[in-house]
Nanobody, 117 residues
Framework: QVQLVESGGGLVQPGGSLRLSCAAS????????MGWYRQAPGMERELVAR???????VYADSVKGRFTISRDNGKNIIALQMNNLRPEDTAVYYC???????????WGQGTQVTVST
């Protein structure tokens, strides 16, 4: 079973940037869609960015124009560049495969992103 390890979170001021990374212990090349999810306190986990194996990307309206997802199948890494961060982006961020609309792998520990002055 592939394990996912997210990193790169931290505390940042509004308007700042962070780059998250997700390292998979096995190959993700066969997973057509990889995504980044986030879960804010008291909220359900939501999918905010997806990338298809061909490179097509899809974003939630709340992050469109500010976040950029990328994947490196050779290194089994998924990244999320987050710019112009807002307090409402505060959440624990997770990566996972998306198969038939559902997360595919077991969840990693996530990485905390806090946007605050």
């Amino acid at each position: 079973q592939v394990q996912l390890v997210e990193s790169g979170g931290g505390l940042v001021q509004p308007g700042g940037s962070l780059r998250l990374s997700c390292a998979a212990s096995g190959s993700i090349a066969s997973i057509n869609i990889m995504g980044w999810y986030r879960q804010a306190p008291g909220m359900e986990r939501e999918l905010v960015a997806r990338i298809f194996s061909g490179g097509t990307t899809v974003y939630a309206d709340s992050v469109k124009g500010r976040f950029t997802i990328s994947r490196d199948n050779g290194k089994n890494i998924i990244a999320l560049q987050m710019n112009n961060l807002r307090p409402e982006d505060t959440a624990v961020y997770y990566c996972n495969g998306v198969v038939r609309g559902l997360p595919y792998f077991s969840w990693g520990q996530g990485t905390q992103v806090t946007v605050s002055t």
